[in-house]
């Protein structure tokens, strides 16, 4: 795993070659992605900007996020029955464990994907690009809790 340092260093090293500004606020968006282990929520992130920055709107937010997805810097991850999530310390594609009940999200990269995604090429014809690869369940801190 990177150090968050580093990972917001090459964002912010793209974002540059591409000529985006950096803003004291998306500074700010940037260095939550880089160093949030828990995939925040786009309203998460912007509780969290607006300590700094009060005037900052959430379309700044969706923007920012927005953009860094469709750079590949951050994975969007979808949640059944809640808003998507974002990963900007590991932005590629890995399988993650979601608790239904509580949202938590855990990076699982245990799995064989390579070999998975070949033989699923193989077997389909499919040029495979992506993949997205979620476990849902309860975690062990909700069962506790269950009757």
Same mark, same amino acid.
């Given at each position: 795993?990177?150090?968050s340092? %580093?990972?917001?260093? +090459?964002?912010?090293?793209?974002? /540059?070659?591409?000529?985006? /500004?950096?803003?004291? +606020?998306?500074? *700010?968006? =940037?260095?939550?992605?880089?160093?949030?282990?828990?995939? &925040?929520?786009?309203?998460?992130?912007? $509780? %969290?900007?607006?300590?700094?920055?009060?005037?900052?709107?959430? $379309?700044?937010?969706? @923007?920012? *996020?927005?953009?860094?997805?469709?750079?590949?810097?951050?994975?969007?991850?979808?949640?059944r029955?809640?808003?998507?999530r974002?990963?900007?310390?590991?932005?590629?594609?890995?399988?993650?464990? !979601?608790?239904?009940?509580? @949202?938590? !999200?855990?990076?699982?990269?245990?799995? &064989?994907?390579?070999?998975?995604?070949?033989?699923?090429?193989? @077997?389909?014809?499919?040029?495979? @690009?992506?993949? %997205? =690869?979620?476990?849902?369940?309860?975690?062990? %801190?909700? /069962? +506790?809790?269950?009757?």
């Open positions: 795993m990177i150090d340092a %580093q990972r917001l260093e +090459q964002i912010l090293t793209r974002l /540059r070659a591409l000529d985006f /500004r950096i803003t004291p +606020q998306r500074l *700010a968006v =940037l260095r939550i992605l880089a160093e949030s282990r828990n995939h &925040p929520t786009v309203e998460e992130i912007y $509780a %969290q900007v607006r300590r700094d920055f009060p005037t900052v709107s959430l $379309a700044t937010v969706y @923007k920012t *996020a927005t953009l860094l997805k469709g750079l590949g810097e951050v994975l969007e991850v979808g949640i029955h809640g808003s998507s974002y990963d900007g310390n590991k932005p590629y594609p890995h399988p993650h464990v !979601i608790c239904t009940d509580c @949202k938590q !999200i855990l990076d699982f990269e245990d799995l &064989p994907l390579t070999e998975l995604t070949r033989a699923v090429a193989e @077997k389909t014809g499919y040029d495979i @690009k992506d993949h %997205q =690869l979620e476990f849902f369940g309860i975690c062990p %801190q909700c /069962r +506790q809790g269950e009757p």
